[in-house]
């Protein structure tokens, strides 16, 4: 049995669960350690988002040196206020030569926090939606109360789903609607440990609703580890824990649950 983790943060490690960034990058042998645990709970392959334009050539670093391990580049929304299309986009576009990289993310709108006036956001994403369309990379998206404006952008910049995936919304913790609509975009959706929070019901009635041909699982890692684990650090052997959790929720075997969701990550992201 194979899994795959669509969105760990490698990178970066757990800050605490009162603190909501990180205060080091993970060292090479913190990376190491983690990616060895995850072969071993049977994790073969591991996506890696940036954030910044500071984590990003790191995000790629990693994924060069470990096999199944994969890179997104890309500005999270908290970061949008400081975007700079001419100087990001150029450094993505150099780091992107990597066949590692095989996805831009994480980007996004976030609502909740706000840390970025919300035009600043909208700007980002749609300069690196259109730097991914350019490239047929698909996109790694962020939503945090901020669904009708997201969505919107995608139509407007896509268009009609035309068979192929475009991009995966990930720890999917919207509702049914938002899901349906973003699948008929042609992007899919990634359910993180949120799946097995006790209080997460909301989460686990849009995994029912949904087909499982169109999710995908991850972590989130160093965040949203998932229960026993909530509050301690997340990281990717973990997704295995996610996968069982949205097996149950289906009504499917968790080998049935991880056929399906490596599949689609294999499928969007174009990896061996």
Known sequence: MELADSHGHLTM?????????PTRAATDAEVAAQVARARDAGVTRILVPATTRDDAPRCVEVAERFEGVFAGVGIHPHEAGGFDEDRDLRLFEELARSSRVVAVGEIGLDYHYDLAPRDAQKRALKAQVAFARERSLPVLLH?????????????????????????????????????ERALSLGFLVSFSGMITFRMAENVRAAARALPLGSMLVETDAPYLAPVPFRGKPNEPAYV?????????????????AARETTAGFVRLFGTP
Not at 13 to 21: N, S
Not at 145 to 165: Q, V, W
């Open 240 to 256: 295995r824990r996610t996968a069982a959790m949205l097996a149950e929720v289906k009504g499917v075997s968790l080998e049935e």
């Open 13 to 21: 490690v757990f800050p605490g669960p009162e603190a909501r960034f």
């Open 143 to 179: 939503n945090r109360e901020s669904e009708a404006d997201l969505l919107a952008l995608l139509e407007e910049a896509y268009g009609p789903g035309d068979g192929k995936p475009r991009g995966v919304l990930h720890s999917f913790c919207a509702d049914v609607a938002t899901g």
